[in-house]
T-cell receptor, first 113, second 116 residues
Framework: AQTVTQSQPEMSVQEAETVTLSCTYDTSESDYYLFWYKQPPSRQMILVIRQEAYKQQNATENRFSVNFQKAAKSFSLKISDSQLGDAAMYFCAYNNAGNMLTFGGGTRLMVKP | EPEVTQTPSHQVTQMGQEVILRCVPISNHLYFYWYRQILGQKVEFLVSFYNNEISEKSEIFDDQFSVERPDGSNFTLKIRSTKLEDSAMYFC??????????????FGPGTRLTVT
């Protein structure tokens, strides 16, 4: 079974600074998809960024980018120029085309003004 | 922008009672999902639904749970006899996978279920 691990229960960053959230996963599949979801206090799950495992280029979405290391099974999220609105729980998730998302335990990000 | 909606936002029920959680997926989506999140814990997959049948389910989704698409727009999760440990946030999601690709799962705002 696939597992997703987020080793940082909490992180904090100063506004306008950069922070990196870690995620590792375990799978025997070669083709899969990885996602970062943001969950603000409202608890709605919002997709931040996605990465297809067959793509070597790291995905970027404005201030959000990933460092995808397939051999190491690592998928970290970098948030640049952090804003107060970035404060939330961040979940890493895995999908190997079986429709089911497997989530990590989450990292709570605090942004200090 | 189209979105997934869920009703009610908060449901309080007594142990042993039946509850039905309702979801309206995005209209052109083909795959539907239920997830749950016990307070302070990770989001867990319950079930996926495609072409009017369950396509995948987790070990959490036992005989107490059922899903239905009663009409062209609603997707429901029923818990027949609620237990205290069913208290959680329940998220509905939908997606429309492209051919050969995994599409984004769009999540609803969740229903908070409290079993007393």
């Amino acid at each position: 079974a696939q597992t997703v691990t987020q080793s940082q229960p909490e992180m904090s960053v100063q506004e306008a600074e950069t922070v990196t959230l870690s995620c590792t996963y375990d799978t025997s599949e070669s083709d899969y998809y990885l996602f970062w979801y943001k969950q603000p206090p409202s608890r709605q799950m919002i997709l931040v960024i996605r990465q297809e495992a067959y793509k070597q280029q790291n995905a970027t979405e404005n201030r959000f980018s990933v460092n995808f290391q397939k051999a190491a099974k690592s998928f970290s999220l970098k948030i640049s120029d952090s804003q107060l609105g970035d404060a939330a729980m961040y979940f890493c998730a895995y999908n190997n085309a079986g429709n089911m998302l497997t989530f990590g335990g989450g990292t709570r990000l605090m942004v200090k003004p | 922008e189209p979105e997934v909606t869920q009703t009610p936002s908060h449901q309080v029920t007594q142990m042993g009672q039946e509850v039905i959680l309702r979801c309206v997926p995005i209209s052109n989506h083909l795959y539907f999902y239920w997830y749950r999140q016990i307070l302070g814990q990770k989001v867990e997959f319950l079930v996926s639904f495609y072409n009017n049948e369950i396509s995948e389910k987790s070990e959490i989704f036992d005989d107490q749970f059922s899903v239905e698409r009663p009409d062209g727009s609603n997707f429901t999760l029923k818990i027949r006899s609620t237990k205290l440990e069913d208290s959680a946030m329940y998220f509905c999601a939908s997606s429309e996978p492209d051919r050969g690709a995994i599409d984004e799962q769009y999540f609803g705002p969740g229903t908070r279920l409290t079993v007393t």
